[in-house]
């Protein structure tokens, strides 16, 4: 069987659940929840893995910390023998206003570390990214992605994850063209 993978970026702990650092991982939960599979931990993946076997679908939510996603990444591509073109990597975007999602087709890293790895250990930048808005601060970028979001933040996210989600699931079906054209608007998901 062959399988799609779309992989969530985020730090693994109670401290970095509720940070927009973790905005991958967010969308990769509500993805499971909407094909009604639960995540598991591998130790051979060193990532948290859902299958959804019915769809030919794995997700996955790195172990390895954000920096070194690149590792969990590889293993499982490995693997499952699946080719990039079936590959999903959502993460957090600094660059993009809070809201926004935009697909990403190749290119660079643009400084997110979690991506930078998994372009170095897979050897290629030639993989879909599902990037997620999440604004830029004052602060210093570091504290600003790892500060804990507040009560009405957190509803806005959670609005934003079940979009970007649903947009996850259209390029499952679709594929990047169908999925871009789609989603990579200007409008803005507010509360």
Not at 14 to 34: E, L, M, P, Q
Not at 40 to 54: C, L, N, P, Q, Y
Request: aromatic share 10%.
């Amino acid at each position: 069987m062959s399988f799609s993978l779309i992989v969530g970026l985020g730090n693994p702990g109670s401290d970095y659940s509720a940070t927009r650092h973790n905005a991958g991982f967010g969308v990769v939960d509500k993805i499971a929840n909407r094909c009604g599979c639960s995540f598991a931990e591998s130790r051979r993946f060193k990532a948290m893995v859902a299958k959804d076997v019915g769809n030919a679908l794995l997700l996955a939510k790195p172990l390895t910390y954000m920096n070194l996603s690149g590792f969990a990444v590889c293993s499982i591509v490995s693997y499952f023998k699946i080719s990039l073109d079936d590959l999903l990597i959502i993460s957090d975007d600094l660059d993009l206003q809070i809201g926004k999602i935009r697909f990403q087709n190749g290119g660079a890293s643009a400084g997110h570390k979690g991506v930078e790895s998994i372009i170095a250990q897979l050897g290629s930048r030639e993989f879909v990214r599902l990037r997620i808005g999440i604004g830029r601060s004052e602060e210093n970028a570091a504290s600003y992605v790892l500060k804990r979001l507040k009560k009405d933040e957190l509803e806005l996210f959670d609005n934003i994850f079940d979009k970007a989600a649903e947009a996850a699931l259209y390029w499952y079906k679709y594929r990047f063209d169908k999925a871009a054209n789609r989603y990579n608007g200007d409008a803005l998901i507010t509360l």
